[in-house]
């Protein structure tokens, strides 16, 4: 079984957040409460989930708490994404490229997220690049999602590879906690948005750049 390197996607291997806000802004609008999240200044905001974004959103208009609203506009959050994925989303600065360097060097790659796993897997397609990793499992694929470690196992087996050695390349502190629940390493990324101080999560390293990463899974992953 090979070395494995696991992916988040959104903040990781893509800067998705533009088109979430859309989706989240289309679902404002159909409540008449017009454009409530702002593309750049709610992008973390946006990277950690649809119902975030929601949440953020009705709390601006006075309805924190609104858990019932929530439930209900999640799923046309998601048809409205569904309907626009790629029109603003970009694949990070070298993301690919070091994609294909590990897979030259002979280690397995593979996609765990927190998003639905059909609109992933549609999201990847449409960017061209879905058949460069060997796996992808995302939120709806098993019964649990990140932090439980169990979708990052699925992960590196599904790849053909030994979650003994692996490790999970992320930007978010969920991505930690699951990089802590499996036992791995965790890389975190410092170029996407966040709101988070990565530097008090400890991780076993960060990167500014894709081109980073070699030398990185060289020494953490022996």
């Known amino acids: 079984m090979k070395p494995t390197v696991v992916f988040d ?11 979430l806000i859309a989706a989240a802004n289309s679902c404002f609008r159909g409540l008449d409460l017009g454009d ?19 949440r953020l959103g009705l709390s601006r208009v006075g ?5 019932d609203e929530v439930a209900r506009q999640y799923p046309v959050l998601l048809g409205h994404y569904a309907a626009a994925i790629d029109t603003h989303t970009t694949l990070y600065p070298g993301a690919m490229e070091a994609v294909d360097r590990l897979k030259s ?17 549609r999201l990847m397609g449409n960017l061209g690049v879905l058949d460069a990793f060997g796996a992808l499992v995302g939120a709806d694929t098993l019964a649990t999602c990140k932090p439980d470690p169990a979708p ?6 599904r790849a053909g590879g030994n979650p003994r050695r692996s490790l999970l390349i992320g930007d978010s502190e969920t991505d930690h906690a ?9 890389v ?5 948005p966040t709101d988070t101080d990565l530097s008090t999560l400890d991780p076993e390293a960060t ?15 022996v």
Do not use: Q, W
């Open 63 to 67: 309805r924190d708490g609104d858990e």
């Open 178 to 186: 699951t990089a802590r629940a499996a036992g791995v390493a965790s």
């Open 207 to 221: 990167i500014d750049h894709f081109d980073a990463l070699d030398d990185v899974v060289s020494r953490l992953l």
């Open 152 to 157: 990052y196992f699925a992960a590196v087996e």
């Open 105 to 121: 060097r002979g280690y397995a790659v593979s996609i765990c997220t927190n998003k639905p796993e059909s609109l992933a897997r």
């Open 9 to 19: 996607l959104d903040g990781t291997l893509a800067d998705t957040s533009g088109d």
């Open 36 to 54: 409530v999240l702002h593309p750049v200044h709610d992008a973390a905001t946006a990277l950690r989930g649809g119902r975030s974004m929601l």
């Open 188 to 192: 975190l990324v410092t170029f996407a």
